[in-house]
């Protein structure tokens, strides 16, 4: 059983940069797509990343300021954020599928395991 465990979020001025974290136990992160979404209060999760062993891809908000990569050995996605906005301000999830896609439409769909997610507040 894959459990995920989100860090990293915390309270950052407009203009600046987190890295979130997504560390797994339980299994190896080899065979499974990750993804990373987030809900912003009042409003539904939305998709912002994803990466499998082939690809990555972002939402069309976050492009060009995110980058999601991962280190299989240490059982570890990361989601470095820069360039943060107010709009980013969100509870920020990691889920994983096992040999899932990684496509543009970055949706729930196939996502077996969920962390509790991590705060990101972005003030301007």
């Known amino acids: 059983q894959l459990q995920l465990v989100e860090s990293g979020g915390g309270l950052v001025q407009s203009g600046g940069s987190l890295r979130l974290s997504c560390a797994a136990s339980?299994?190896?992160?080899?065979?499974?797509?990750i993804r990373w979404f987030r809900q912003a209060p009042g409003k539904e999760r939305e998709g912002v990343s994803c990466?499998?062993?082939?690809?990555?891809n972002y939402a069309d908000s976050v492009k060009g300021r995110f980058t999601i990569s991962r280190d299989n050995a240490k059982r570890t996605v990361y989601l470095q954020m820069n360039s943060l906005k107010p709009e980013d301000t969100a509870v920020y999830y990691c889920?994983?599928?096992?040999?899932?896609?990684?496509?543009?439409?970055?949706?729930?769909?196939?996502?077996?395991?969920w962390g509790k997610g991590t705060l990101v507040t972005v003030s301007s």
């Open positions: 889920a994983a599928g096992y040999r899932s896609l990684c496509l543009r439409d970055i949706s729930e769909l196939g996502m077996a395991y």
């Open positions: 339980g299994s190896t992160l080899n065979n499974y797509g």
């Open positions: 990466i499998n062993s082939e690809t990555t």
